[in-house]
């Protein structure tokens, strides 16, 4: 199979790897019965780069694409956020995504949400996203989940995870998520919207969490008043998918506090949690 990628992989003037196109892929895993996400392993692993993370490339390296290929991210939550999460995620070449939400789409959702359409109104959107990023990427692997709710929940839809997106809407379930990603021991990225404000954080076993933020009785947060404009949710969950590839690929995450965004009033704030 590795004479097969590198005999189709081609050089491009400039670009000091050789590149395979997608399409060589997709024949290949069709031919011999191989999974997508494991021909894609193969070439980085030979130094060979899928055409479609040639962009990506400047910036995680060979090495940074392979890690993605080769992990597992959870999405908790498929709405504002989550939506966007998930997608770029796919874009990003994650290998492997475990996506939970047990709503269906409203007509509340039409102004913000990456995956409502006028037409999936009353749809699953769990089963809109795996359509979504089936779309982006068909070498992604997809576990879908239902509603989180309880910690046998969390354990159980997470156990493979690497890392997990929160894009929740609600405090109580994000405390039983960081609690469950907790006894998992793996990181949890938090993110959270309301008007034009919003806030990120990467939340490591051991570290200040969501406990610090959050008062005791908690629900909802103010953006049931504030409201989502479409540009917040686009932006701060933009700003997670680079905490997920940092916490997979190396870099510096945003730990041991958040950081604030509000574009209204251009502030970009980190604020420490002690």
Request: glycine share 12%.
């Amino acid at each position: 199979m590795l004479e097969s990628i590198l005999g189709q992989a081609v050089r491009s003037e400039g670009i000091p790897y050789p590149l395979i196109p997608a399409g060589s892929l997709w024949d290949m895993a069709d031919r011999h019965g191989i999974p997508l996400r494991d021909l894609e392993a193969a070439a980085l692993e030979a130094g060979v780069v899928p055409i479609r993370y040639q962009r990506n490339i400047g910036t995680i390296g060979v090495e940074g694409q392979l890690r993605l290929v080769r992990s597992c991210v959870g999405v908790c939550g498929l709405g504002g956020l989550g939506g966007y999460v998930a997608e770029e995620l796919a874009r990003f070449g994650v290998g492997s995504l475990v996506l939970v939400d047990g709503d269906v789409f409203d007509e509340s959702n039409l102004n913000r949400q990456l995956l409502c359409t006028e037409g999936d109104l009353g749809r699953s959107k769990a089963e809109a996203a795996a359509e979504r990023v089936k779309a982006v990427n068909r070498a992604t692997v997809l576990s879908l989940r239902g509603r989180l709710e309880t910690l046998e929940d969390a354990l159980e839809f997470f156990s493979e995870a690497d890392v997990v997106v929160d894009a929740l809407d609600d405090v109580p379930t994000r405390l039983l998520l960081e609690e469950g990603c907790g006894a998992l021991g793996i990181p949890v990225v938090h993110g959270a919207i309301a008007g034009n404000t919003g806030q990120v954080m990467t939340i490591f076993p051991g570290d200040p969490g969501l406990k610090a933020l959050y008062p005791p009785g908690a629900d909802h947060g103010v953006e049931t008043i504030e409201g989502n404009p479409p540009t917040t949710p686009a932006l701060v969950a933009s700003l997670q998918v680079q905490e997920a590839v940092k916490v997979l690929c190396g870099g510096e995450p945003i730990r041991h506090g958040f950081l604030l965004v509000d574009t209204a009033a251009n502030i970009y704030q980190f604020i420490p949690l002690r």
